[in-house]
């Protein structure tokens, strides 16, 4: 190609990874597109249109409707959706499709700084899920929640840095808009703040100054949840007044959640009864090895491990916490453990 005066592209294979990454998200999404514009409704898509869409706004944003099959942002999405460009199946899952855009690029962003090959192999397996983005090509609120909770943590990770606040109001608007899709994403949502608080408690010498430092450094997140909880608050009492928080999971952590994680892991296949315990160990040491190693670290220098450790750190205190709290919704709420489609927001946390 020299010779013939054409300049490639890249200086190395190396130097094409980031174009290659981008071309297999480009893919991916127009595989998504073309799926749902030739795919046709499923039962709960037309369940959603024809039982909640011709609801007014204020009916649809107060849950009067309290069954689960609504999820209220994607009832408003295809209640607007089909009324600007006509009720067909792509026109209804329009909102879905864009926010796979918004999964794509949000994860681009959060791996950018990773080495390129490393990246790569993260970026593909966010985006090969066979169950994660048929939800994408879907007119329900699971791809939406994802959607918006990937966005949020790349903006969470963003206010670890300079402009703190303007990155922790638009993370705390992207839970907002994910909770509203699907009532689970509250369990990231809290798991998050909670993080950041840890995070803090890390940073600072002291218990002293980190409980005297407590208001000033939640004034973002206490505003915000004050704003969120006003639109939140009928929806989420509604769903806890008729215990509509049946994930279906009975057995346990392990033998629900967890093992429906491994599930999606192997694009939806379930394994024999000892290869999933021997998954299930191998997946909780990731996270506890995870632990371990950023406790090592911090007890080395005393002080939050810097910058190159910074997503690590997070994905962990973020897995750790959320299970936590969906142990403790069993126990105090009754909430069933999340399995199945309930329980898909945890592949993208994990890789």
């Not at 998504?32 to 204020?58: G, P, R, W």
């Not at 803090?200 to 704003?227: E, S, Y």
């Amino acid at each position: 190609m020299k010779n013939l005066g054409i300049k490639h592209p890249c200086k190395s294979a190396e130097a094409c990874l980031p174009l290659l990454t981008a071309f297999f998200g480009v893919a991916v999404f127009v595989f998504a597109v073309v799926k749902a514009s030739t795919s046709c409704f499923t039962h709960d898509e037309s369940y959603s249109y024809l039982h909640f869409v011709h609801h007014s706004f204020m009916d649809i944003l107060s849950y009067k409707q309290w069954y689960t099959n609504n999820h209220l942002l994607n009832t408003l999405l295809m209640k607007y959706s089909g009324g600007l460009f006509g009720p067909t199946e792509f026109a209804l899952r329009l909102p879905n499709i864009l926010l796979f855009g918004l999964y794509l690029g949000a994860a681009f962003r959060i791996l950018r700084r990773m080495d390129p090959w490393l990246r790569l192999a993260i970026f593909t397996l966010l985006i090969t899920n066979v169950m994660l983005t048929d939800f994408f090509g879907l007119a329900r609120g699971y791809g939406l929640s994802i959607g918006f909770m990937m966005a949020g943590l790349y903006f969470f990770m963003k206010a670890q840095g300079p402009r703190r606040g303007a990155f922790l109001t638009a993370f705390h608007l992207s839970f907002l808009l994910a909770s509203l899709s699907s009532f689970t994403m509250l369990t990231v949502y809290a798991s998050l703040i909670l993080t950041d608080n840890v995070i803090r408690a890390m940073a600072v010498d002291g218990a002293g100054d980190f409980f005297r430092g407590i208001p000033g450094f939640n004034k973002v997140h206490l505003i915000m949840l004050l704003l969120n909880s006003l639109v939140l608050y009928e929806p989420v009492r509604r769903v806890l007044t008729h215990n509509a928080m049946d994930f279906g999971g009975k057995e346990g952590f392990f033998q629900d959640t967890v093992s429906f994680l491994i599930y999606h892991s192997f694009h939806n296949t379930f394994l024999p009864p000892r290869t999933d315990t021997f998954f299930q160990v191998l997946f909780t040491a990731t996270v506890l090895a995870g632990s371990a190693w950023i406790l090592r670290a911090y007890s080395r220098r005393k002080e939050i491990p810097g910058a190159s450790m910074r997503g690590l750190v997070i994905s962990n205190l973020l897995l750790l916490s959320v299970s936590i709290i969906i142990v403790l919704q069993h126990y105090i709420l009754g909430s069933d453990y999340p399995v199945a489609r309930f329980s898909l927001f945890l592949f993208p946390l994990f890789v």
